[in-house]
């Protein structure tokens, strides 16, 4: 385990391939996105199901433990389409994002393959990279509809974006802010970095919560509260 700081800085010259998780990673989590997220779920589930706020709340969040995403336990305990569902939850006002030129240089600079692994939409990846002032420097976006809607920690989402991006975990590195997702990148050969937050975005139960101050599970390789700043730190190949 490495913290992100000081001497020489982590070594990552092995590193070909960067594959960032997107909300909560690449920008702020007191940015609190996914407040706006999880209420537009909460009344899609309800108007859908035609059901109470409270109980479809309910119903969100069984599906979110029992699925892995609301929209998978939707897709298959109701046969939705998913394509409304997808437009409607991530349309958010996304002011609160603010453009970060030091990171956007800093991601720049990293040599070879960029990728964005998200278990939202392209659409909405595209418009927070846009707000994040980071369009532009990513080869892939790889999101939850190119992963055949499974999601992120399931391994099948993973060996669909390497094969789709051209990834090799022994020379790749995920930043990802969820414990959990960052387990199936570890078993599988890439060097993980875990983004720790001092604020609980989620709403989720024990297990499927960002990781907060002090975490430091085995699978994470290094550890960092700033992004941008262990960036700035590290050993490239470049």
């Known amino acids: ?117 998200t278990n939202g939409s392209h659409g909405h990846a595209e418009r927070v990279l846009e707000k994040r002032g980071l369009s532009g420097l990513f080869d892939h976006t790889f999101d939850i509809v190119a992963a055949g809607y499974e999601p992120k920690p399931a391994r099948a989402a993973f060996d669909r974006m390497m094969e789709a991006c051209g990834v090799a975990p022994d020379r790749a590195a995920m930043f990802e802010d969820l414990e959990r997702n960052l387990e199936p990148a570890h078993a599988l050969g890439f060097t993980t970095v875990l983004v720790r937050t001092d604020h609980d975005w989620s709403h989720e139960p024990e297990g499927a919560r960002p990781a907060g101050p002090g975490a430091a599970p085995p699978h994470a390789h290094h550890v960092t509260d700033d992004l941008c700043a262990f960036l700035g730190e590290i050993r490239t190949g470049a």
């Open 1 to 117: 385990m490495a913290e992100a700081a000081g001497g020489a800085g982590p070594d990552f010259t092995h590193v070909r391939a960067w594959v960032f998780d997107l909300d909560n990673t690449l920008y702020p989590s007191h940015c609190n996105l996914f407040s706006q997220i999880d209420a537009r779920m909460t009344r899609w589930v309800s108007e859908f199901l035609d059901l109470p706020a409270d109980e479809a709340r309910l119903i969100q969040k069984r599906y979110y433990a029992e699925h892995g995403t609301t929209l998978k336990g939707l897709m298959a305990r109701h046969g939705m389409a998913p394509a409304e569902y997808l437009d409607f939850v991530h349309d958010i006002d996304l002011s609160v994002v603010e453009a970060d030129s030091v990171l956007r240089a800093r991601i720049e600079a990293l040599p070879g393959t960029r990728v964005v692994f």
